[in-house]
């Protein structure tokens, strides 16, 4: 069985952590959680998932702080990161890309586009789909 | 010259040409059909999931702070509004009371009359939800700026309301989904409220936690 590729979820809501757990649990994923930006760096870390969803506003340090300091990090820095936001405006989507993003997905979050990306950033992706 | 009421027998060529695209335009109608077929049936599947995870959370504790917490967390997160308030009836039936709220002015909604316009459709058990997003148009009425307010409904009695006042600007309107999640806070919510009011009571005397 090939190894499962890993997913971490940044994020400091709970039914957030849980609605993307429920919606990316069908793909056989390993999914890895953390509730804070900080916590979600060493996670990175330790861990080096294959991707990283991060959601936008959380406590101690925000998404777009978090993936700048991923992508200034050596071990991280080539890590897909998929930017989980409320915020749908130009100058939010600015902010994300500028901080060194690849994509984003905007809650209410919809499971096709959701599924769509990841497995795009995961070079999973099949036309035939 | 005379009619010929009997048909030409066709070209072979063109009737086998015109059979392949005949059962090429059937296969496409089926492709077509069974795609939409499968989107209705994937839309479905995340109504029941996002339903799902709705009710789990909601019942995840029983401490009035974060049931309370966990109502807006739910709204936040599955319907997109970062404009809550959660109000309690009064004893009397005449006010509502807030309990909790997000991104509102607090003073302004502390205390509404249950007995005037929409409040007093909502405390008789009903569903509000705004046709137009709220702040668009309209009347400056009491409720005004409310894009939707749920009863909050226990043993057939209102205890409360939820109100939702504005959505994420990137969200269009109220869809399906945000109306099924309206049903199960409605039927839901007060219940978990009520248990988490009664723990606080007991101190917590009445059950174990495990580990």
């Given at each position: 069985?090939?190894?499962?590729?890993?997913?971490?979820?940044?994020?400091?809501?709970?039914?957030?952590?849980?609605?993307?757990?429920?919606?990316?649990?069908?793909?056989?994923?390993?999914?890895?959680?953390?509730?804070?930006?900080?916590?979600?760096?060493?996670?990175?870390?330790?861990?080096?998932?294959?991707?990283?969803?991060?959601?936008?506003?959380?406590?101690?340090?925000?998404?777009?702080?978090?993936?700048?300091?991923?992508?200034?990090?050596?071990?991280?820095?080539?890590?897909?990161?998929?930017?989980?936001?409320?915020?749908?405006?130009?100058?939010?989507?600015?902010?994300?890309?500028?901080?060194?993003?690849?994509?984003?997905?905007?809650?209410?979050?919809?499971?096709?586009?959701?599924?769509?990306?990841?497995?795009?950033?995961?070079?999973?992706?099949?036309?035939?789909? | 010259?005379?009619?010929?009421?009997?048909?030409?027998?066709?070209?072979?060529?063109?009737?086998?040409?015109?059979?392949?695209?005949?059962?090429?335009?059937?296969?496409?109608?089926?492709?077509?059909?069974?795609?939409?077929?499968?989107?209705?049936?994937?839309?479905?599947?995340?109504?029941?999931?996002?339903?799902?995870?709705?009710?789990?959370?909601?019942?995840?504790?029983?401490?009035?702070?974060?049931?309370?917490?966990?109502?807006?967390?739910?709204?936040?997160?599955?319907?997109?509004?970062?404009?809550?308030?959660?109000?309690?009836?009064?004893?009397?039936?005449?006010?509502?009371?807030?309990?909790?709220?997000?991104?509102?002015?607090?003073?302004?909604?502390?205390?509404?009359?249950?007995?005037?316009?929409?409040?007093?459709?909502?405390?008789?058990?009903?569903?509000?939800?705004?046709?137009?997003?709220?702040?668009?148009?309209?009347?400056?009425?009491?409720?005004?700026?409310?894009?939707?307010?749920?009863?909050?409904?226990?043993?057939?009695?209102?205890t409360g309301a939820i109100g939702?006042?504005?959505?994420?600007?990137?969200?269009?309107?109220?869809?399906?989904?945000?109306?099924?999640?309206?049903d199960l806070l409605a039927d839901?919510?007060?219940?978990?409220?009520?248990?988490?009011?009664c723990s606080a009571r007991l101190?917590?005397?009445?059950?174990?936690?495990?580990?």
């Amino acid at each position: 069985m090939p190894n499962r590729k890993k997913i971490l979820l940044v994020d400091d809501s709970s039914t957030s952590l849980l609605m993307t757990c429920m919606l990316l649990s069908e793909e056989n994923y390993e999914l890895i959680t953390a509730r804070d930006g900080v916590e979600g760096f060493h996670k990175a870390q330790d861990e080096l998932p294959d991707l990283i969803l991060l959601d936008v506003v959380m406590p101690n340090m925000d998404g777009i702080e978090t993936c700048k300091v991923l992508r200034a990090c050596k071990k991280t820095e080539q890590i897909p990161v998929i930017m989980i936001t409320s915020r749908g405006g130009v100058a939010s989507l600015e902010a994300s890309y500028a901080s060194g993003c690849n994509d984003y997905v905007i809650k209410p979050i919809d499971a096709g586009e959701l599924l769509a990306k990841v497995k795009n950033c995961l070079g999973e992706w099949n036309a035939e789909e | 010259m005379p009619r010929n009421d009997r048909a030409k027998p066709s070209n072979p060529t063109t009737r086998e040409s015109r059979r392949a695209s005949g059962t090429a335009l059937l296969e496409s109608a089926a492709h077509k059909r069974l795609a939409e077929r499968c989107a209705a049936l994937e839309a479905g599947l995340q109504r029941l999931t996002t339903l799902w995870v709705a009710s789990i959370r909601l019942h995840s504790s029983v401490d009035p702070a974060e049931a309370l917490d966990n109502i807006k967390d739910i709204l936040t997160t599955l319907v997109g509004s970062e404009e809550i308030a959660i109000w309690r009836l009064d004893q009397d039936g005449r006010s509502l009371l807030l309990q909790s709220s997000q991104g509102i002015d607090t003073a302004r909604w502390a205390t509404v009359p249950a007995r005037k316009g929409v409040f007093n459709r909502v405390v008789r058990g009903q569903t509000y939800i705004r046709d137009k997003p709220a702040g668009t148009a309209g009347r400056v009425r009491a409720e005004s700026g409310l894009s939707a307010c749920i009863p909050l409904r226990a043993g057939g009695l209102c205890t409360g309301a939820i109100g939702i006042f504005g959505l994420l600007p990137h969200k269009p309107g109220l869809n399906k989904l945000d109306r099924a999640l309206f049903d199960l806070l409605a039927d839901q919510a007060a219940i978990v409220l009520i248990c988490a009011g009664c723990s606080a009571r007991l101190g917590g005397h009445w059950g174990r936690r495990d580990g």
